[in-house]
């Protein structure tokens, strides 16, 4: 530190400094007394004079902080010149006439340098010579990434003269290397992206920043991780880019700053490093789809990185019903970039975001630039183009290309044909697995597995793509069989509801798998959508033997039928009897092009198309089956190979009479038969084996309530097995299997699943039962925490979800007794157990995960528990009205069930 004299207002506070400062000169105190008197009367002006002389310390103070006493401690450097300096000064202020007042131990200094020095290592400085600080707890040479220190401290010691220039070259040192670590995320950000064909580099971005043309704010909010966030962005559009040919698209992306603020993640805010915004970004995979994408690098003070990635998607459904909640809704997903291995993303949070009416209205009043009318009009005619013309951009047939069977030979299979109980034809598909080298370690044989289809579709056997469900399966080992049921295109009859399906064609395929293997075997089932449907019937109608079942697998169906409200409106439209009406009874809907088409098949192929759905396609056939349907698959999840696959070859023609029983399976909610009446929900008992429900989470047709609920009453009903459910992000319906992506993001779940229920076989086998000690879970009664909730409550992560303990006083207890008079008699434990559901609903919390009671609060807990499980779904209070909740109570329901034990 550098010497410096005592500032020239010094003298006038030496009441409160003389601890710090000793007078030479033993009137000196005296003297300031007089001085200060003079000032204050204003007789005579001070006559201050600094005296200052330079000259540098041996750098060795130190600040310490002493955690016992929680008190910072300074030891101060050593000045070798301090007593030759006090006594030239002192000459100098004796010939003037004048007191001296110095520092009594120290030198002071003016130019503050040091405190966090610059140093090879951690046990000589607080950072490196790059200005990165150490890490203690790390490794040797570990730093605090993203934490700088870009100053005066830095500098280690003393320089003797005025360090101004010093600093300014250490601090732009430092700023370079910080700019080089910065890019190294941004690079790692733009990698990623590659595959959505970034427009152009960073530094381009940077270098041509000042020629944006239009800057705005958007400030939104809404839920991240199921806590409340802030996102404000200030966009910058209109960036020269000579790469992109489209001048119209380049005014509508940009650069992104501002900062996120999301309190659960990172106490304080999450500013934009980098930021990119495209308004209109199209994919080949979707022409009619508009897309606004904002990916931001977000840096906190805490030294975590994180990718931010939003998106509104903007289908045109319907003239655009949805146009403004999907323009103003922001679907966003949160990783935390991995300090040591890019590419290992830690935490993933998910989430909406959204702007308000209001601030839309403010950022478009605060736009600024020289362009904001011609963005404007770019960007509500990319809009317009969108919602109202519904223009493509590109088509599904450009994106086909023809490569010939350059893929290895499918493996070999036989069909057998079976004839099933009621005398109907079907046939059934095998694969034998052959185990090879690898395989001889499996010491006993791997079930087989039985596939069941969605409706007239083929999901696991997929010749074009590289692989599928049916090659993996036989690659771990298993005999694969798909079932290739009445309601499958190749099967003549057309006159069948979907309990047919489970009553004869499920029963018919197991008994050929006994006769094939000899005797009753075990095998893994797995079924989609009314796959899913018809394998519960199977099992749940006592058709097939629950021995025989090692496991289950559903997607997209189950016990359990919950349709999207789209998908509801359809059914609830009478349009399965006017497609009837129009066919004719039974008549089988050719699908592809080339097939001779009736007058009747055109007519029903024009009113398919006029039916909104909430992807178009460019694609005649696709157009058709998603408009009967509705979507089954989200486009950009699908390769353009299985796309074409899927219209040109898989589903030449549609039977439709399956329709009718499925339409009364879908306004009940649950499987019924073919005449709607519930028969089989009552039969929990039949379903003695491993179960996994799969979802997507992009919903289609099929909401992951369908899953939610399924397992809800697995677990209910056979707590000794174990029952999963899996959401998979991103997915629809039928793209859970022919995803282009399937095998990494779906397979391994079920792969997993038989695997577990295959190993817990053989400790069961090992181990005699021991009674019925499964999972004792504690009863739940949280929201799903997936499920896709319009209003702002309801959506939260369980594992942010944090405990709230509610203790209550019953009735004629306690405060209760004290301060609440005529509660309505009898005072018994079931009008205990209504007073705590009368509690929950009154102050509007959620149905409490775990209730817990001493000896009279334990009765009235088990009948609250005893009350909410007696009805199937979970729970009888159910809601009447808007904001009222009621006991009910499915008496026929119950007697059904208990006679049926
Ligand atoms: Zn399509």
Redesign the pocket.
């Known amino acids: 530190m550098q010497t410096a004299v005592v500032p020239r207002a010094y003298p006038r506070f030496i009441f409160k400094g003389l601890h710090a400062y000793g007078l030479l000169s033993p009137y000196g105190f005296l003297y300031g007394i007089i001085d200060f008197l003079k000032q204050v009367s204003g007789f005579d002006s001070s006559q201050d004079m600094v005296l200052n002389v330079m000259g540098h310390d041996d750098s060795g103070g130190k600040l310490t902080f002493e955690k016992k006493t929680n008190k910072v401690l300074f030891k101060p450097p050593h000045d070798r010149l301090l007593s030759r300096k006090t006594e030239a000064l002192n000459k100098i202020a004796k010939k003037l006439g004048g007191v001296l007042y110095v520092p009594r131990y120290r030198s002071l200094s003016v130019h503050l340098l040091g405190g966090c020095v610059a140093a090879p290592d951690i046990s000589s400085g607080v950072c490196n010579p790059e200005g990165q600080v150490f890490d203690a707890s790390s490794p040797i040479g570990g730093v605090h990434r993203g934490l700088y220190i870009c100053d005066a401290s830095v500098i280690p010691c003393s320089v003797g003269i005025n360090p101004c220039l010093t600093i300014t070259a250490a601090a732009e040192y430092i700023s370079r290397n910080l700019i080089r670590d910065l890019m190294k995320d941004i690079v790692y950000v733009e990698k990623r992206n590659l595959s959505n064909k970034q427009p152009c580099s960073v530094f381009k971005v940077m270098k041509n920043y000042s020629e944006s043309k239009v800057r705005f704010t958007e400030i939104m909010r809404g839920k991240l991780g199921g806590k409340q966030c802030v996102a404000r962005l200030i966009v910058n559009l209109n960036i020269v880019n000579k790469d992109t040919q489209k001048k119209s698209h380049t005014q509508l992306q940009g650069k992104v700053s501002g900062y996120i603020e999301c309190k659960s993640i990172e106490m304080e805010r999450m500013h934009i490093i980098y930021g990119w915004v495209d308004l209109c970004e199209t994919k080949a995979r979707t022409p009619y789809t508009q897309y606004m994408n904002y990916r931001l690098l977000l840096a906190a003070s805490s030294g975590a990185r994180y990718e931010f990635e939003g998106r509104k998607i903007m289908n045109p459904y319907l003239l655009g019903v949805y146009a403004w909640r999907e323009s103003t809704t922001l679907m966003v997903t949160l990783k935390k970039i991995s300090s040591n291995r890019p590419g290992n993303d830690l935490v993933h949070h998910s989430g909406k975001l959204h702007i308000s009416l209001f601030e839309l209205l403010k950022s478009l009043w605060s736009m600024k630039g020289e362009s904001k009318y011609k963005f404007m009009y770019l960007l509500m005619q990319s809009l317009f183009r969108t919602y109202c013309l519904q223009v493509p951009r590109g088509s599904?047939h450009a994106l086909f290309d023809a490569k010939e069977s350059t893929q290895k030979p499918y493996p070999h299979s036989a069909m057998h044909d079976l004839i099933t109980g009621d005398g109907v034809k079907i046939r059934i598909q095998h694969w034998e697995c052959i185990s090879f080298p690898g395989e001889l370690k499996l010491q006993r044989k791997r079930h087989p597995v039985l596939l069941v289809n969605g409706y007239s579709t083929e999901s696991y056997c997929l010749p074009t793509e590289p692989t599928d469900l049916v090659r993996t399966l036989l690659n771990d080992g298993h005999d694969v069989w798909l079932l290739h049921g009445r309601c499958h295109w190749s099967i003549a009859s057309n006159d069948f509801s979907i309990e047919d399906i489970g009553r004869f064609d499920i029963p018919a395929a197991t008994a050929k798998m006994n006769e094939f293997y000899g005797g009753s075997i075990k095998f893994h089932l797995i079924g989609h959508c009314i796959g899913g449907l018809s394998c519960h019937i199977a099992l749940m109608g006592g058709y097939v033997s629950t021995k025989q079942i090692a496991s289950l697998t559903c997607s997209n169906g189950s016990m359990f039928y919950k349709l999207t409200k789209s998908t509801m409106v359809k059914l609830w439209l009478p349009l399965l009897p006017i497609s009837m009406m129009v066919l004719g009874e039974n008549t089988v809907l050719p699908m592809l092009r080339e097939s001779p088409t009736s007058f009747r098949h055109k007519l029903m192929k024009q009113i398919a198309r006029l039916i909104p759905r909430y992807e178009r396609?460019t694609?005649d056939e696709?157009e058709v089956a998603?408009g009967i349907f509705g979507n089954a698959f989200w486009?950009e999840n699908v390769s353009p190979d299985m796309?074409h696959w899927m219209?040109m070859t898989n589903l030449p023609e549609l039977p439709m009479s399956g329709f009718r029983h499925l339409r009364k399976i879908c306004n009940a909610g649950f499987v019924v038969d073919s005449d709607g009446t519930n028969c089989y929900l009552m039969h929990p008992e039949r379903m003695a084996f491993p179960t996994l429900y799969v979802s997507g989470g992009r919903t289609l047709l099929v909401t992951p309530e369908t899953s939610f609920l399924a397992q809800k009453y697995m677990k209910t009903h056979q707590p000794s097995f174990r029952h999963e459910r899996v959401v998979v992000d991103g997915y629809g319906h039928s793209d859970l299997w022919i995803g282009e992506k399937s095998a990494e993001k779906v397979f391994p779940h079920v792969r997993k699943h038989i695997r577990l229920a295959e190993e817990e076989e053989e400790e069961e086998e090992s181990v005699s039962k021991s009674g019925n000690e499964g999972m004792n879970e504690a009863l739940s009664w949280s929201h799903d925490p997936y499920e896709e909730d319009d209003e702002d409550e309801g959506y939260e992560s369980v594992s942010d979800a944090e405990w709230r303990f509610v203790m209550v006083d019953l009735r004629n207890h306690g405060k209760s007794a004290e301060f609440v008079k005529d509660l309505p008699p009898p005072h018994d434990l079931e009008a205990s157990a209504n007073d705590l559901a009368n509690l929950i609903t009154s102050e509007r919390w959620k149905w409490p995960d775990i209730v817990v009671g001493h000896s009279l609060g334990g009765k009235v807990a088990l009948q609250f528990a005893q009350s909410c499980v007696n009805e199937w779904l979970g729970t009888n209070i159910r809601k009447v009205e808007e904001d009222h909740y009621a006991w009910s109570f499915n008496l026929d329901g119950a007697l059904q069930m208990f006679n049926s034990y």
């Open positions: 599904h396609c694609c696709c998603s486009h796309h219209n």
